[in-house]
């Protein structure tokens, strides 16, 4: 239940499914090498001695980097990640002032559009599920994917900037500190991903999306207004869990990319690591978002 990015086998703890994609180790591809015969063991010394000194030079050698070894490191998805949320980046500031009909501040805008929003939510929704659901990462898809969440990003943060000032600062600072206080808890090792907190997690978001489609019907068809069924204490309580939820499935996608490089998966699987850490961030900033709406509404 990690992010959709992470749906590959690459990022796989089981040897077994590590086996199915191309490129895999080779010790994952064919198990352990059997002992040669005894007639052909007196052969194989020399060639064992040669071995042993290429060994040697390979040690006293600088260590191979992603693009020696073409297989994915932490290194190489931690830059991933900073160049999609770059051009999320971007593209949230072109949806920002078109959302706020050209103007910088809210405080100065005379109308609002639901374009961007609307475009990043269809465009960020079909290329989250085509990206989710190839066996090859496509770099060009990932990109435009953060591209059209960027635009979905920047309108729906410039719409509730309209509403209630300082909003943003409030729902980025936020996020900022969950992710650091996950990723420093992951790192210390106090906190993991295990097989039953999985399993928690995929129940949970099953009720989740139960309830918000539930939510949203109930909205469209007047029966409730306003925040709906997450309005007062209930939404705030739905939010905090909410958030919790998205803290863990961050820390499931830290557990995925050192799966992926313990597996030795190639380089290119990097944007897909990438990529799955970007849908968790942008879904707990969205959530801490209306989180906070929430509590400011009640005011």
Not at 77 to 104: E, P
Not at 112 to 136: C, H, R, T, Y
């Amino acid at each position: 239940m990690a992010s959709p990015g992470f749906n590959n086998p690459v990022f796989s703890p089981d040897p077994r499914a590590v086996r199915s994609y191309p490129g895999a180790p080779r010790t994952a591809q064919y198990g352990t090498p059997t002992t040669p015969p005894p007639a052909a063991q007196f052969g194989q010394m020399g060639v064992d001695a040669a071995a042993n000194a290429q060994m040697e030079g390979a040690f006293a050698a600088p260590t191979a980097g992603a693009h020696q070894t073409g297989r994915m490191t932490i290194e190489d998805t931690v830059m991933k990640t900073v160049l999609l949320f770059a051009v999320l980046l971007v593209t949230a500031a072109v949806g920002w002032i078109i959302t706020l009909g050209g103007s910088l501040s809210p405080a100065n805008a005379t109308s609002l559009s639901m374009g961007p929003m609307l475009i990043g939510v269809i465009g960020g929704g079909i290329l989250g599920l085509v990206n989710a659901f190839k066996k090859n990462p496509s770099v060009p898809l990932i990109v435009a994917y953060a591209a059209f969440e960027g635009l979905f990003v920047g309108g729906i943060s410039a719409y509730f900037e309209f509403i209630y000032p300082s909003i943003i600062v409030q729902a980025t600072l936020a996020t900022v500190a969950v992710v650091g206080v996950t990723l420093a808890l992951f790192m210390s090792g106090k906190v993991r991903a295990t097989p039953r907190g999985a399993k928690i997690l995929m129940i949970a978001m099953i009720g989740y999306l139960v309830f918000s489609v539930l939510n949203l019907v109930l909205s469209m068809t007047g029966v409730v207004d306003g925040w709906g069924l997450r309005s007062g204490w209930i939404g705030i309580a739905i939010g905090v869990l909410v958030v919790f939820m998205a803290a863990y499935s961050l820390v499931m996608d830290f557990d995925m990319v050192q799966q992926g490089v313990r597996n030795g998966a190639p380089r290119k699987f990097a944007w897909q690591a990438a990529f799955g850490i970007m849908v968790t961030v942008v879904w707990l900033y969205v959530e801490i978002l209306r989180m906070i709406a929430i509590l400011r509404g009640s005011d």
